[in-house]
């Protein structure tokens, strides 16, 4: 992504001829929370009350979806997102999956997953999860995981149009738009600076 950005409207440009096609690709901000607070509460229901989680492991295992969601949201955005290919028509699928959120960073209707693609990331992660999980693991896990998706998403649009009054919320907006607005190959954390500081993928401190 050499260029920073197109335009801050909030708007941006047409992405598909069929309207059919272009609904899908938005979606409003409120969306995720929707759809996955359900999935998020039904886990927590089927991990005390099917699989009888003991209270430890259940907090243990919860703590480690966060965790895990946090590094997942890292490694999806800067080796995923930001994999430039070379061929045309995978450069269109870049363009469609996150170049136009960098060419139009504050189009409010692309600016969290549409459920065309967090759907079946969500049931792909499920599975491989349910593959060396048993249910006292795999239930508190994946509530916290899609919690995590959740978090992310809902921070993502904030950081892009909410004014932050508490400092802890600026240092986060900031970081996500320098990522914007200054440098994109750094920064790729959105929810937290966590794996940034941990990887060293931040932004140096200005002495």
């Not at 996955?36 to 907090?59: D, E, G, M, N, R």
């Not at 508490?166 to 320098?178: D, Q, S």
């Amino acid at each position: 992504m050499k260029k920073n950005y197109v335009s801050n409207s909030t708007e941006s440009v047409r992405m598909f001829k069929s309207n059919f096609m272009e609904s899908f690709s938005k979606v409003h901000w409120t969306t995720p929370m929707i759809a996955y607070f359900p999935v998020v509460f039904f886990f927590i229901y089927k991990s005390i009350f099917v699989a009888h989680t003991p209270a430890l492991t259940f907090i243990g295992m919860f703590a480690a979806g966060l965790v895990s969601w946090s590094l997942f949201e890292y490694v999806l955005h800067r080796w995923i997102f930001h994999y430039v290919p070379k061929a045309g028509w995978a450069l269109r699928l870049h363009f469609i999956f996150h170049g136009v959120h960098h060419d139009y960073p504050n189009d409010v209707k692309r600016l969290v997953m549409p459920l065309s693609v967090s759907i079946p990331l969500a049931v792909g992660v499920y599975f491989a999860l349910r593959a060396f999980m048993p249910p006292v693991y795999l239930f508190p896990f994946y509530s916290s995981f899609v919690l995590g998706y959740i978090f992310y998403d809902t921070v993502h649009y904030a950081l892009h149009h909410f004014n932050f009054k508490g400092e802890f919320w600026k240092k986060i907006k900031k970081h996500h738009m320098l990522h914007h607005y200054s440098d994109s190959s750094k920064g790729f954390g959105v929810s937290s600076e966590l794996w940034d500081k941990v990887l060293n993928s931040g932004f140096p401190k200005k002495k």
